[in-house]
């Protein structure tokens, strides 16, 4: 028997409030806590990940180099690495760069809605991508991830547009 994962449940100014099984958070559009992850190589180039094809929202889409959910009792930074490690293969050192609110629905009948801690770190090798999760990667300069993003906003996950768009400052190491 699989037991599902757990999210944090939060308030507005990130206190916890509870725990729920993931799916049932994102069914309910119930806030949650959340991380993002953003690594720079030292060409400042970011890593961007495809977004395995079997994901159960924004299947195949690009996005930051990771992101995920906390676990209960779990740092901010704790996650980002295990996440990071899971994913993309390595760990690298991580930052908190900023944090927000956001709300996005999808197609699919969830909605994401979350407190979103933006981690930085610096990574200069290959990943080695856990192909459950990552279908492929890149690293991009920003200046053509906002080209690109400006003509194909459908190719990005929501969460990916609102922080790259809104927090773009926050982004350089």
Known sequence: MVIEEQVI???????????????????????????????????????????A????????????????HQRNGESNIGAGKRRLKEEMGFVTELSEATSFIYKAPFDNGLTEHEFDHVLVGKYNADPIVNIEEVASWKWVLLDDVKK?????????????????????????I
């Open 9 to 51: 449940l939060v308030n507005e100014k990130d206190e916890q409030i509870g725990l729920m099984p993931k799916q049932e958070a994102h069914e309910k559009a119930i806030l949650h806590r959340a991380f993002s992850v953003f690594v720079f190589n030292d060409k400042n180039e970011l890593l961007l990940q495809q977004r």
């Open 53 to 68: 094809l079997e994901k159960y929202h924004s299947p195949g889409l690009w996005t930051n180099t990771c992101c995920s």
């Open 148 to 172: 690109d993003m400006a003509m194909h906003p459908d190719r990005y996950t929501a969460w990916f547009k609102i922080i790259f768009n809104k927090f773009y400052k926050y982004l350089t």
